[in-house]
C-alpha cells in the first residue's frame, strides 16, 4: 500500500476551481501511460501530482535536476535539427525521424524532471518557481507536450514533409507556452 503525503492528497482540493479548471486539474491524470516514466506508469493523479509535493534528498534532488538539464538541453538541439531539415530543401528524413523518436522519448520522461526540491532553492536553474506554484498548469502543459512530441514522431516516421512541418509547428507551440511562463533566460 503507498503512503501519500497529506499535502499530494490535499492538492486536488486546494486547486480545484471549479468546472473552469477542471480539466486543468485532472492534466495529471491524462498524461498516457506511454508518456509516463515506468516508475509512475499506472499511478493516480494523487500520487503523479504528489512529485510536486515531497522533496527528495539533496543527491537525488542534483539528479534529477541534472536530468532535466539534460533533457531539455537535448530537446532543444532536437528543435534546431528538425528545423534546420524541414527548411532544407532536401531534407534529411532519416535524422528527423530519429530526433523526433528521440524527443518523443524525453517528452515521456519529463514527468519526473519537476519534483519539489529540484528548483531556485536548490541553485541556479532556467525552471522559474511559478513551476512548482502553479502544478495543475505545469501538468496541463507538460501533458500537451507529450501528447504532441508522440504526434509528431508518429508524422515523421512517414514520408510527408509537408504534415511533418505542421505538426513541429504544433509540438512547438506546446514548448512555447510552457516557456513563455515557466521558464527564465539562461545564459550558459
Not at 468546472?19 to 501511460?33: L, R, Y
Not at 499511478?43 to 510536486?52: E, V
Not at 501538468?139 to 505538426?167: C, H, I, W, Y
Amino acid at each position: 500500500m503507498r503512503i501519500i503525503s497529506i499535502a499530494a492528497l490535499a492538492l486536488p482540493l486546494i486547486a480545484c476551481g471549479g468546472p473552469d479548471t477542471s480539466q486543468a486539474n485532472n492534466a495529471a491524470a491524462n498524461i498516457s501511460n506511454e508518456a509516463r516514466p515506468a516508475a509512475t506508469a499506472g499511478a493516480s493523479t494523487a500520487a503523479d501530482l504528489s512529485m510536486f509535493a515531497r522533496a527528495p534528498s539533496k543527491e537525488a534532488a542534483l539528479k534529477i535536476r541534472h536530468d532535466r538539464h539534460e533533457g531539455m538541453e537535448a530537446i532543444g538541439k532536437g528543435n534546431k535539427i528538425i528545423k534546420q531539415e524541414l527548411n532544407a530543401g532536401s531534407p534529411n528524413l532519416a535524422l528527423v525521424r530519429s530526433t523526433a523518436a528521440r524527443m518523443a522519448a524525453l517528452a515521456g520522461q519529463a514527468s519526473g524532471w519537476f519534483h519539489a526540491g529540484t528548483g531556485p532553492e536548490l541553485g541556479k536553474t532556467g525552471a522559474k518557481p511559478e513551476i512548482w506554484q502553479n502544478q495543475p498548469d505545469v501538468a496541463a502543459k507538460l501533458t500537451a507536450f507529450q501528447k504532441a512530441a508522440r504526434a509528431f514522431s508518429d508524422v515523421a516516421a512517414g514520408n510527408d514533409p509537408e504534415a511533418m512541418k505542421t505538426r513541429f509547428a504544433a509540438m512547438s507551440q506546446t514548448c512555447k507556452a510552457c516557456h513563455d511562463k515557466y521558464r527564465s533566460e539562461m545564459h550558459h
